[in-house]
């Protein structure tokens, strides 16, 4: 019992971060379509931000987290303005903003492995190292809310909505787009930022960190599904827990266990390929 | 004005005639893939190593001219940079990035009878599985590393004991030979994990591993972070058991990421600090950079002095020459126990001697002192 207990936490701790992920891909996609796989690197961007304010420069960890947060809402908009809104507006093919952000990926990473050391670079924990698990979930929660709140009881979040069911009618009927694609790209790459500052504490700041959370983070919303900010949690948790169980308690050797989750995932995309949360209509 | 024009014409020349005067060594290592943090300071050691000589006059009355290329540790694009290095004259080629690169390379030159070494690779395979007469490893093999790590637990009596690796090439290619060192010697492996790369916790892991209540645990992984973790999640469930490591622990990253969580780490390490070669390379290496180097900027600095010396030997930047020379050599460098050489006796390839490696100990987050040494 004690053993499921701790790898509850664990999964729980892994899977918000999952979760932040998944959600800086949706609120993206939700009103744009595109799918943008530099959100990694958006997270490894935020774990450096950590090392920076956190472990170099030694800033109280409130204020050097809203700082991180903040520079990855600029970071996020300027993405936009950089790589998607030119090509959104000389009417690119969909394809074409996408491809321009796999090439911000390496862009962000190679900026990030000229500008420091090779080594990973440690970033410390807000609180404890027994408690950081649960500051991640704490903090993940009131992400979540908060991005609940906003879609559901805010006009410029239903304004995201209309955009997500159909682009030209909101735009008939007022909607600036731009902004809304702006302000998509800035809250996804908060989120994926934050998700690079809860996890960093654990695996370290490292210019390599980016990709393997890119994928458990699509995983994670393929699972919950591109329709609701709450599948994105969803999906992480399911993911997490997936991965650990299947580690920690199925009778097969170690190194399988690798495979189980992305076995789950694609029998989960046979079986319900819209995800478990689908949109509301 | 022809005066002036004639002159420049003149000095042209000259420098062009001081060009092909040089004797280029290729070098491959990896700047952007995952070998980087290992690949980075062993080139520094090796370009310092290459200034140093040419500093005292090169080779033969000739300098070194390092020709360096970025494989990323890629076995795909690693093939073509030997032979492009080749194709730009380069007399030897020195391989800095990961095993199976290195592996991939040797296939352009055994066919191209160039001589080329790795300083650092720890595969057992790298000598085994081509016949190629102009390849040779100095670096510690995995054999090695868990021949003298077991050496020291022997005077630990472990009955039973856990594995732990990642999922990388290298990880697995140590674990294997972790696992058959352990089983040689009649100690039970009784739980065996694999951390994959990107895993952002090692909990699982670490609560079969306390299930199986071991005597020690083995850490062949060469993964930076997630070897992290596995350090995290035993202090955070406060197991006891001793943790001996594999040479990756050597790498003085760990004192900064694993702070608070590596005292009395054991690890096995090719580099001894009290060894006067190595009190001799830092005083250099510092005074040159205004940096202190640590045992990767060895590995470098052997290899091209290696290199440089077979190349003397030779009498001539022969290729032919150059590998007999290379293959009756016997040297003593900064890496190793005291008073270790390099050699290659009955033909062999690999050249790190098998007594030649230390154990030391993590005290409080710094490497400490060596507890053992060699095999015996």
């Known amino acids: 019992m004690r053993d499921f207990l701790e790898l509850a936490v664990s999964a729980a701790a892994s899977g918000c971060v999952y979760g932040l992920v998944a959600l800086a891909y949706l609120l993206m996609i939700r009103p744009t379509g595109i799918i943008n796989f530099a959100v990694g690197e958006w997270a490894m961007l935020g774990a450096f931000g950590g090392f920076l304010l956190l472990t170099r420069f030694e800033w109280p960890y409130p204020l050097g987290m809203a700082a991180v947060v903040a520079a990855m809402l600029a970071v996020g908009w300027a993405t936009e303005r950089v790589a998607v809104r030119p090509l959104v507006e000389r009417g690119a093919p969909p394809l074409a903003p996408i491809l321009a952000l796999l090439g911000m990926l390496v862009v962000f990473r190679e900026i990030v492995s000229l500008s420091f050391p090779p080594d990973p670079h440690p970033v410390p924990y807000a609180l404890e190292i027994q408690h950081q698990s649960f500051f991640i979930i704490a903090v993940t929660l009131a992400v979540f809310v908060a991005a609940w709140l906003f879609f559901e009881r805010t006009i410029t979040g239903r304004s995201f909505e209309a955009v997500a069911l159909h682009r030209r009618a909101a735009a008939l009927m007022g909607i600036n787009l731009s902004r809304v694609t702006a302000l998509s790209f800035a809250g996804g790459a908060g989120a994926a930022g934050l998700a690079g500052l809860l996890v960093s504490p654990n695996i370290s700041a490292h210019y390599l960190m980016g990709v393997p959370l890119a994928i458990q983070g699509f995983t994670a919303l393929v699972i919950g599904g591109v329709g609701r900010v709450e599948g994105a949690l969803l999906g992480g948790l399911l993911l997490a827990f997936a991965e650990q169980l299947t580690a920690r308690y199925a009778p097969i050797p170690s190194g399988y266990t690798q495979g189980v989750p992305l076995l789950f995932l694609m029998i989960f995309l046979l079986l319900r390929p819209t995800g478990l949360l689908r949109a509301r209509s | ?376």
């Open chain 2, 1 to 376: 004005m022809r005066t002036l024009l004639t002159a420049m014409a003149l000095a042209l020349f000259a420098a062009g005639a001081q060009a092909q005067e040089t004797i280029k060594i290729g070098v491959i290592t990896d700047r952007v893939g995952v070998s980087k943090p290992y690949s980075e300071p062993a080139t520094e050691g090796l370009i310092f190593g290459a200034n140093e000589i040419n500093r005292q006059g090169g080779v033969l009355g000739r300098k070194i001219e390092l020709l360096v290329e970025d494989d990323q540790s890629r076995p795909d694009i690693s093939a073509a940079l030997a032979r492009k290095l080749i194709d730009q004259g380069a007399v030897f080629i020195i391989s800095m990035s990961l095993t199976p690169a290195t592996q991939q390379q040797q296939t352009v030159t055994m066919e191209a009878k160039t001589p080329q070494m790795t300083p650092m690779n720890s595969g057992d395979t790298l000598t085994t599985q081509l016949p190629n007469p102009y390849f040779w490893q100095t670096g510690p093999l995995g054999s090695i590393q868990i021949a003298t790590l077991l050496a020291h637990a022997r005077t630990k009596s472990l009955k039973k004991v856990a594995l732990i690796s990642d999922n990388s090439d290298l990880g697995q290619l140590l674990a294997r030979f972790f696992r058959a060192g352990l089983e040689k010697s009649g100690i039970q492996v009784v739980a065996e994990e694999v951390m994959p790369r990107g895993a952002t916790t090692a909990e699982p892991q670490m609560q079969k591993i306390r299930a199986a209540k071991p005597d020690a645990m083995f850490m062949a992984g060469v993964l930076t972070a997630e070897n992290v973790l596995i350090l995290k999640a035993y202090r955070q469930y406060g197991l006891k058991f001793p943790i001996h490591s594999s040479y990756n622990l050597s790498v003085p990253v760990y004192m900064t990421v694993a702070k608070g969580l590596i005292n009395g780490v054991t690890f096995v390490d090719a580099y001894d600090p009290e060894k006067p070669e190595v009190k001799a390379f830092e005083s250099a290496y510092r005074n040159a950079t205004g940096k202190a180097p640590f045992n990767l900027h060895g590995y470098g600095y052997d290899g091209i002095t290696m290199v440089a010396e077979a190349i003397r030997r030779a009498g001539a930047p022969d290729k032919e020459k150059i590998r007999a020379a290379m293959q009756s050599l016997s040297f003593a460098g900064v890496m190793g126990a005291k008073g270790m050489k390099y050699s290659f006796p009955e033909g062999k390839r690999a050249g790190y001697d098998p007594n030649g490696m230390v154990v030391r100990v993590y005290e409080g987050d710094k490497q400490g002192r060596v507890v053992y040494a060699g095999q015996k």
